[in-house]
């Protein structure tokens, strides 16, 4: 199969990485020719383009590794092979999905959209890397022009990446659970790093627990703003929801409520077990 991965920062990068040795040809586009050059000489792609234009029109799959925005752009600008699959990684799905399928109702190819629950906080190729996807979930759109086959040909496809869960669902349940899932910790990891008034040195006196609630905090200000706003009454109902489980764990600490506090304490730790199951 000829795949093409537009866009290889952290998340294209790490699909041509997955894909090298699976007997596919591979191909890649960016606007950084040295990102291009970086990812020949790594083995991962057959060959790179700045546009990619004419590779588009032979790949069997496209999969488009952009900000939402510049994903619709995309499609809007190119021409694809038909009877291809197109798939991105954005990671809001419903007005994004409804602009693709507007601007693909006209061409004879099929829109599979994904979200892999993998990345890193770094930017670009040289951070991108495999591992990232082995045992991780990965997420399929499927709406009503969807076929049952190319959803089928997909999940095995992921699958074969490395991701360990895979699982199909609408843009709207994508949308809610992931306002949780992953864009509310960020709104948490971004709201303690500046909570700190800094009067000591923070760097010198850390432990795991804030390294590990901080480390998504160093975040791609541009995408991570644009997720925000796409997805804002989602993500505003899970905020509060945050928000309203916080008073009652300050309320509990101002009265020295230890039973609410305790009761707290195990309901978090059995719920934090059954994520592992």
């Not at 590794?65 to 995309?74: E, G, H, K, N, R």
């Not at 045992?135 to 086959?149: R, V, W």
């Not at 009265?255 to 506090?261: Q, R, S």
């Amino acid at each position: 199969m000829i795949i093409t991965v537009v866009g290889l920062g952290v998340v294209g990068g790490s699909f041509v990485k997955a894909l090298k040795g699976q007997g596919h040809e591979v191909y890649g586009v960016d606007v950084d020719e040295e990102t291009l050059a970086r990812a020949k000489a790594d083995g991962c792609i057959k060959g790179g383009f700045v546009d990619g234009r004419e590779i588009i029109k032979r790949s069997d799959m496209t999969i488009i590794c952009l900000y939402p925005s510049l994903v619709l752009d995309y499609i809007k600008e190119h021409e694809f092979k038909k009877g291809s699959i197109i798939t991105d990684a954005v990671g809001v799905k419903t007005h994004f999905l409804n602009e693709a399928m507007n601007l693909l109702k006209d061409k004879d190819v099929e829109f599979v959209s994904g979200h892999p629950m993998a990345g890193r906080e770094n930017k670009g190729y040289l951070y991108a890397s495999k591992e990232v996807f082995q045992g991780a979930n990965y997420i399929l759109i499927q709406h009503e022009q969807n076929s049952k086959s190319a959803i089928a040909m997909m999940e095995q496809f992921v699958s074969n990446l490395g991701f360990h869960s895979v699982k199909i669902m609408s843009p709207q349940a994508h949308d809610e659970i992931i306002s949780f899932t992953s864009q509310l910790p960020h709104v948490i990891a971004v709201s303690l790093i500046d909570s700190d008034n800094q009067k000591y040195d923070t760097g010198k006196y850390i432990g795991d627990s804030y390294r590990d609630l901080t480390r998504i905090a160093n975040i791609n200000e541009d995408l991570w703003t644009e997720l925000f706003f796409t997805n804002k009454n989602n993500l505003l109902k899970s905020i509060q929801g945050f928000e309203d489980q916080l008073d009652i764990l300050k309320k509990a600490i101002k009265e020295e409520d230890a039973d609410t506090l305790k009761a707290m304490f195990i309901e978090s730790s059995k719920r934090r077990k059954n994520l592992e199951k």
